[in-house]
Nanobody, 128 residues
């Protein structure tokens, strides 16, 4: 069983930054790929970014490339999503998710991947 807890969301103005955290309670966390997803009101949940157990292997949605970075600190069982140059259209609930069966590439390329573990989400609101 893996528990994920996100934090770091909030209300910011366009152009500002936020750093989201996802803390996992899992043995061998360094063997899990972790993804960030988001869901805006009235929209489907969409992939944002993912990182493999190898922290050098990352994937990003086209809409956030060059603005968001994903990193991990396995000693702290934590994955971070640094979001810069935020836009109004980034407004959504952000979720982290993981599943030992899937890689970061899977999370990036397969729609509606049935990941086993999800956090409760953290709200990000970007005002103009």
């Amino acid at each position: 069983q893996v528990q994920l807890v996100e934090s770091g969301g909030g209300l910011v103005q366009a152009g500002e930054s936020l750093n989201l955290s996802c803390v996992a309670s899992a043995r061998s966390f360094d063997r899990y790929a972790v993804g960030w997803f988001r869901q805006a009101p009235g929209s489907e949940r969409e992939f944002v970014a993912a990182i493999n157990w190898d922290p050098d292997t990352t994937y990003f949605a086209d809409s956030v490339k060059g603005r968001f970075t994903i990193t991990r600190d396995n000693a702290k069982n934590t994955v971070y999503l640094q979001m810069n140059s935020l836009k109004v259209e980034d407004t959504a609930v952000y979720y982290c998710a993981t599943d030992a069966k899937y890689t970061a590439s899977d999370m990036a390329k397969i729609d509606s991947l049935p990941l086993d573990y999800w956090g409760q989400g953290t709200q990000v609101t970007v005002s103009s």
